[in-house]
């Protein structure tokens, strides 16, 4: 971009004073939210005062309305729920409510307010900032303020912020909330896996969501469920017999257990519930399968933030505050919400109409319309499962006689799994042979390649690792003995997921296409690995995993120093020379420092964090946290690290080193990682069907051209399909990182959040957008 970078140090915050509030059913990360408004607020140099209770406490004044510290808000960020209290307001719904909130508001100078709640709570804050100079001249006729005041307060400006688990508002992607609830259901489907394979049970599972389906949708596609009933998209008239076929078959093909998710809004399609009980009945009556219901209610509000939600609700709480300072008295009240990878900023009320709309639509019976008003992440998500879940029988199948291997390559990743059950599962779908490639390249050049079935691959979106088993070798020594297998396979596409290796591998093969023709064919690479440091992709697969291991244990760290006081710790992460993990992970565990490679860093800044260190033990804050990626430096190494800070902190602080390894790669894959892994990889899938139909000419596909060698990645906003022959010059190979990251942007957010003085590039916010209502095509091409 050639714009000239726009600096927020010329916002200033004098003067003006931020009120806080939760309003609403509480959700993980609204604390994340919190602590970024209030130590943006404060560095701003505005007072910032938390309104305790929601409306209530705005109602009631006195103590409920307090100015904060920086303080105020440590040791926050790894709560659930709202440290200031949420409560459901019916005093507020009065004009006589809001006057004594205006009142009370007016009495401490605030006309700025952060609401963080749901659609109900932005819809009241709207109609209060509407009414906002006429409550100040009843309140001024009535004698309760002068007419100086009525002036200097003129105008209340507001920001929300979408704390709702349930998803259920339009205009963004993510709500607060949401990535939290979604960890707590794919916690107990896991659990409960293990127990209904050893008794061949049926498990019906219900899941919040009244008016929205997303929770049932999302987990199901994480999970792979049998079926899910969600308010949008009710089942067709003799849905009990479909279903009842659907889950014999699956107990035929030897599949031990069966999920059905319910959403507790579900609905058939004469607008009657379906509840859980109805649906475990129908199961036992006309199949006598042992079946139980789990019913998991208020679980899913509960629990610690996940990264993402922490993370997300970080990056809105600072957007928030500078939409604050930017605000006039002619902008609309605006919600920050996320689209794709990025902050934005929409009309309240457009969002809040929209998703009305979206209740209606259904009311009206007008599904599709429904489904469609959602947005795009969810419309996609629901063509995936529909992919994914139901094998239709072979004789429908199309044929086109294209056989399609699916291999992986590099370090192994989370999530790997359920997009190699995805490839496998669209592409029988789309009618192709599909074949497992055992090994990576390595395994390819020895000949161990299967063919393999939708079925081989049940299950495999919850496994940690790779099942296929995965190698860093890349194919450049084997190129001639990998040529040999493609043509006795007669293998026509590749679909290569991994890490950089993966991406490495796919450059040597493209340029090798001029001495074998067998690499002519219609190639697609797969971002998979937790450093994250792949070209031509904002998010890997398996990166998000890794992200919720360090976050859990330096949640742990922190736990652990709050007996012993004045401690501080220096953590190594993984990640190679990128410095993704390092930092995200500083961001969402309230790091002081995280040292990467990407920012160089030198003796004089390792001695100022230890003076700010220093600094931050006269406080009540008591304990530090330092990140360092494990490549960032190759003389100030941890230990090095270590040691300065055990010397330099001598009879201040003392310190402590944890090496976090393995442990980042393992685990069962988060359910982000899950859903991404299964929708890029059904993307990829069509992708390359189109491309086969393209190359194919006289009897063999011949594919020759850049495009079609490409790497599939989330650019911003968007899904893109970029060739890797193009990705060459956007690569330092030296370091094995991209030459620029979008992350990087958020550094300063950290810095700030930690109490350093920066400077902060905000030239990609500041403009007020309007909700898009976006086609059907749209829905295809671009968004995740």
């Given at each position: 971009m050639d714009h000239q970078p726009k600096f927020f140090e010329n916002l200033s915050g004098t003067g003006k004073a931020i009120g806080v509030l939760t309003s609403g059913g509480d959700a993980q990360g609204m604390n994340a939210a919190v602590r970024a408004v209030v130590r943006m607020g404060i560095y701003v140099k505005a007072k910032v005062y938390f309104v305790y209770e929601g409306y209530q406490g705005m109602v009631d004044g006195g103590d409920n309305i307090v100015e904060v510290s920086w303080e105020s808000v440590s040791s926050i960020l790894q709560v659930g729920g709202t440290v200031i209290g949420s409560a459901r307001c019916k005093s507020f719904r009065t004009r006589e409510g809001r006057l004594q909130a205006a009142y009370?508001?007016?009495?401490?100078?605030?006309?700025?307010?952060?609401?963080?709640?749901?659609?109900?709570s932005l819809t009241g804050a709207n109609l209060f900032r509407?009414?906002?100079?006429?409550?100040?001249?009843?309140?001024?006729?009535?004698?309760k303020i002068d007419e100086e005041a009525v002036k200097k307060y003129a105008y209340l400006n507001i920001v929300g912020m979408v704390g709702s688990i349930d998803n259920d508002f339009c205009g963004t992607d993510m709500t607060i909330g949401t990535d939290s609830a979604l960890h707590r259901i794919i916690e107990v489907v896991d659990a409960i896996m293990t127990t209904a394979q050893s008794h061949q049970r049926t498990f019906v599972l219900e899941v919040m969501g009244r008016h929205c389906g997303y929770l049932a949708l999302v987990s199901a596609l994480a999970c792979g469920a049998d079926w899910v009933f969600i308010p949008e998209y009710p089942p067709e008239e003799g849905w009990e017999d479909s279903m009842c076929v659907k889950l014999s078959e699956n107990r035929a093909r030897k599949k031990r257990l069966n999920i059905i998710i319910v959403a507790e809004g579900a609905i058939d399609c004469h607008n009657k519930p379906i509840t859980s009980e109805k649906v475990k009945d129908l199961v036992v009556q006309r199949l006598g399968f042992d079946t139980r219901v789990t019913i998991l209610g208020h679980v899913q509000r509960g629990g610690t933030p996940s990264a993402f939600d922490r993370i997300l609700a970080s990056r809105m709480g600072v957007e928030a505050v500078l939409a604050l300072l930017e605000a006039t008295p002619a902008t609309p009240a605006c919600v920050v919400s996320l689209s794709g990878n990025q902050a934005v900023r929409l009309p309240l009320m457009e969002c809040v109409q929209m998703t009305q709309e979206v209740q209606k639509a259904m009311d009206e019976g007008r599904f599709v319309e429904a489904v469609r008003l959602r947005g795009r992440s969810f419309e996609n998500n629901l063509n995936t499962y529909k992919l994914l879940s139901h094998k239709k029988p072979d004789a429908e199948l199309p044929k086109t006689n294209f056989n399609v291997a699916v291999l992986n390559v590099g370090a192994p990743a989370a999530g790997m799994n359920a997009a190699v059950r995805a490839a496998v599962r669209v592409g029988i779908t789309e009618g192709h042979k599909m074949f497992a490639v055992i090994d990576g390249f390595e395994g390819f050049a020895r000949g161990k390649i299967k063919e393999i079935s939708w079925g081989d691959v049940g299950g495999w979106t919850g496994q940690g690792g790779s099942i296929l088993g995965t190698k860093r070798t890349l194919p450049a020594k084997y190129l001639e003995k990998i040529a040999d297998q493609m043509r006795t396979n007669n293998i026509n596409a590749l679909m290569v997921i991994g890490g950089f290796e993966a991406y490495e591998s796919c450059l040597q093969l493209h340029e090798a296409r001029s001495r074998f023709e067998e690499f002519c064919v219609p190639i697609c690479v797969l971002p998979a690995t937790i450093s994250n440091n792949v070209p031509g992709t904002d998010f890997s697969i398996g990166a998000d995993t890794a992200l919720n291991a360090i976050v859990e244990t330096c949640d742990r760290i922190k736990q652990s120093a709050s007996g012993t006081k004045r401690r501080v710790f220096i953590i190594e992460t993984m990640g190679g020379y990128c410095g993704y993990l390092a930092n995200m992970g500083a961001l969402a565990a309230g790091a002081d420092a995280a040292y990467i490679f990407e920012e160089q860093f030198d003796i004089r800044e390792l001695q100022a964090n230890v003076e700010h260190l220093t600094e931050k033990m006269k406080t009540s804050i008591q304990r530090g946290l330092v990140l360092r990626n494990e490549n960032c430096n190759e003389n100030y190494t941890t230990d090095f690290i270590y040691q300065l800070y055990s010397e330099e902190g001598k009879g201040v602080f003392d310190?402590?080193?944890?090496?976090?390894g393995h442990m980042q790669q393992g685990g069962a894959p988060s359910p982000f990682d899950r859903n991404f892994g299964t929708k890029i990889s059904a993307k990829a899938m069509q992708w390359i069907s189109k491309k086969l139909k393209e190359t194919y000419r006289k009897g063999k596909v011949f594919a020759n051209t850049d495009d079609s060698v490409c790497l599939l990645g989330m650019r911003r906003r968007n899904l893109v399909f970029q060739p890797v022959?193009?990705?060459?010059?956007?690569?330092?190979?030296?370091?094995?990182?991209?030459?620029?990251q979008w992350w990087l942007k958020l550094?300063?957010?950290?810095?700030?959040?930690?109490?350093?003085?920066?400077?902060?590039?905000?030239?990609?916010?500041?403009?007020?957008?309007?909700?898009?209502?976006?086609?059907?095509?749209?829905?295809?091409?671009?968004?995740i």
């Open positions: 009370n508001l007016v009495q401490r100078g605030i006309t700025n307010l952060c609401v963080i709640g749901g659609d109900g509407e009414e906002w100079s006429g409550l100040l001249e009843e309140l001024a006729q009535k004698g310190c402590r080193k944890n090496v976090l022959a193009e990705l060459k010059n956007e690569t330092d190979f030296v370091h094995r990182i991209p030459k620029e550094r300063p957010l950290m810095k700030i959040l930690a109490k350093y003085k920066t400077s902060y590039d905000v030239s990609d916010s500041g403009q007020l957008e309007h909700v898009a209502m976006h086609s059907p095509k749209e829905a295809e091409t671009g968004a």
